[in-house]
Each structure stands twice: as C-alpha cells, then as structure tokens.
C-alpha cells in the first residue's frame, strides 16, 4: 500500500511542481511530514541537507531519499527501502517526461505566441514564490533551534544557535556575492557546503 501512495504523492508533486527542485521542497515536505507522517521533520532537514550536497538535481535527490526513508521508517528491510526510493523518483520524473514528450514539438513552434508568453507571466510568480516557501520551510527549529529557550537554558545551545545564524549569514552572503571596491567576492556554493561543514565539525 505505501508504494502505491508513495507513486502518486510523488507523480502529483511531480505534475505540480512548477520553479525546479527547490519549488518542490515545499510540495515534498508537506506530503511526507504532515499528509503522510513518513518522516519528522528533522528527517526531512537531513534530506534536504544531503540531496543539496550530493550531485543531481535537488527534487530528484530528495525525492530518492524521502522514498528510502519512508520505508525504512516502517521497519522494512534495506532492499525493499532501495525499492520505495525507486518508486518515488520513477513516480517524480514521470509527470515531467509525458508532458515534454506531449509538448516540446508545439512550444518552439507557439512559445512566442501572447496567450503561451501571458500563462509564463503568471507562473513565474508562483515559482518566486514556491522558492520562498521553501526557504521558510528550512528556517525552523532543527536547522536553527529556539532562540528563547537557547539563551535562557543551556549554554551549548545557545551556541549552536549563534553558529547556526552565523554561517546562515555567512553562506548567504558569500554565494550571493558582493563588491570590495573594483573587486567581487563571490564564493561558488559547492565550496561554501564544503566550508560550513568544516566550520560545523569543529564549532558544533
């Protein structure tokens, strides 16, 4: 029965997953954690965590690993969990396959036509928006803890939480870039993974 469900949550997130994988973030965390308690949502965080780090689209990855997760969070055995993360990314790419499939030889022909142009117009504000959700999304209390209960409770925490905002600071503001008189400083984001694992290895 989950791989059933976990065919057609995927291949609806799949179908409605407009702005890429971070646009699905939202979609993927909403099913798993709270319409399907698959997964806590600290187990969603790692997720998100390790398909940002490994290659592949992000949608994809996570998707591959929520899969995995879910199953292995019934107790099931690791081929049969290697099994749901098949389904799950199968049932992912699918939507995207049969409707590029369908389309690609009438877009280029129609892509300039008003009626195609005005339903683009609509839907890049939804996708801002989705990237949004999902930023929020991650902005909770596994990645950052509680800063009430941090600084009045144990000093550990408290220290987790300052580094958490520091290399949030620290990540954004080096990826997004910035000018130092006729020089930019922008750090790619793969060395910025690299770099805030190191700090978190030796500060967290």
């Not at 609806?12 to 890429?20: D, R, S, T, V």
């Not at 199968?90 to 009438?106: A, D, G, Q, T």
Request: proline share 5%; glycine share 10%.
């Amino acid at each position: 029965m989950i791989f059933l469900q976990l065919f057609i949550t995927f291949f609806k997130i799949g179908l409605f997953g407009f702005g890429g994988g971070y646009g699905m973030l939202s979609l993927i965390q909403q099913d798993v954690v709270v319409n399907h308690p698959w997964m806590s949502s600290a187990d969603f965080t790692d997720i998100v965590a390790i398909s940002q780090m490994t290659p592949g689209p992000v949608g994809i990855n996570c998707a591959t690993y929520a899969g995995y997760t879910a199953l292995q969070n019934t107790g099931a055995d690791p081929w049969v969990c290697f099994l749901g993360s098949l389904v799950a990314t199968f049932s992912l790419v699918l939507p995207s396959l049969i409707l590029m499939l369908l389309i690609s030889r009438f877009f280029m022909k129609y892509a300039n036509h008003p009626k195609v142009r005005s339903i683009f117009d609509g839907l890049r504000p939804v996708v801002v928006g989705l990237l949004l959700s999902a930023t929020l999304m991650l902005m909770n209390g596994e990645n950052f803890g509680n800063p009430f209960a941090d600084f009045g409770g144990d000093p550990l925490q408290a220290k987790q939480f300052a580094v958490a905002v520091a290399l949030f600071v620290i990540s954004f503001v080096l990826t997004k870039g910035f000018s130092v008189g006729h020089h930019k400083i922008k750090v790619s984001p793969i060395k910025m993974i690299v770099l805030t694992a190191i700090i978190g290895a030796v500060l967290l």
